[in-house]
């Protein structure tokens, strides 16, 4: 990134960080309690609680950085006057969050042009923070991360998100070294998760933009690969990000070796 455009990104980081965990406080002091919730397409939820961390974030970084895009996962695309758009899930999980279930988080990632330049996943939970700038390594609280080096094999662990396995299980079985599976309900830990080498492999299908964005941008700065199941690059957008909003992704996210193995049975899946 040029200088200006990377003390810009660390300026927006640092806002990012307080907000993600300010909204992950406000979750916290809501986790197990009653939390009225709908659902809002499908067999997704959302509830008071995703409503109220989004509000506290966008305030803040309306504040911050009033000429900024921000594209909302419950209040949808504010139009700004700048280069940068904010993508923000205020709570990835929102059904493990509703169950008691301590596996939830909070995705930011941060577009200058058609290309994520920050991310944070905030685990609340955890207490854990993960960030990345583009150029700049991904850190977990400052400890830097490194995605896993090995193709796949018999031992290797795949986050899998459910309705991607409810449709393509048999064929997945019959294609991978591996029968390690999980889904872990929150696919910017997921990503984390990945960035880390905690897991080998994240396959997911029809996940929006504010799902894939932070926890993508984590896997390429700690040396992984995302790709689409055809095998292209996820990032710099196709398109501006008013209409990649509405797009649905498949994509494959690791280790480049593990992403690399997988590849050519993913490009035989049907669409």
Known sequence: MPPEVQTAASERLQVAREAAIAAGELLMSLFRKPVSARFKRGDSMVSDADHAAEKLILERLTGAFPGDSIL???????????????????????????????LF??????????????????????????????????RRDGIALTAG?????????????????????????DLLPTRKFRSFGS????????????????????????DVAPGGLLVEEAGGTVRGFDGEAVFPLP???????????????????????????????PA
């Open 105 to 138: 988080s909070v995705g930011i990632a941060i577009f200058h042009g058609l290309a994520p330049v920050v991310a944070l996943i905030h685990d609340p939970v955890r207490g854990e923070s993960y960030t990345a700038l583009k150029g700049r390594g991904a």
């Open 187 to 210: 696919m910017s830990l997921e990503l984390a998760y990945a960035a880390q080498g905690t897991v080998d492999l994240v396959l997911a299908n029809r996940p929006h933009l504010w």
């Open 239 to 269: 398109t501006e990000i008013g209409g990649a909003a509405e797009h649905r992704y498949r994509i494959v996210a690791g280790g480049t070796a593990a992403v690399e193995s997988v590849l050519p049975h993913l490009r035989a899946l």
């Open 149 to 173: 080096t090995e193709p796949l094999g018999p031992s290797s662990l795949i986050a899998v998100r459910h309705r991607f396995l409810r449709r393509e299980a048999d064929r997945i079985y």
């Open 72 to 102: 909302a996962e419950e209040g949808g695309l504010h139009r700004g006057d700048t280069a940068w758009c904010w993508t923000l899930d205020p709570l990835d999980g929102t059904q493990n969050f509703l169950a008691g279930v301590p």
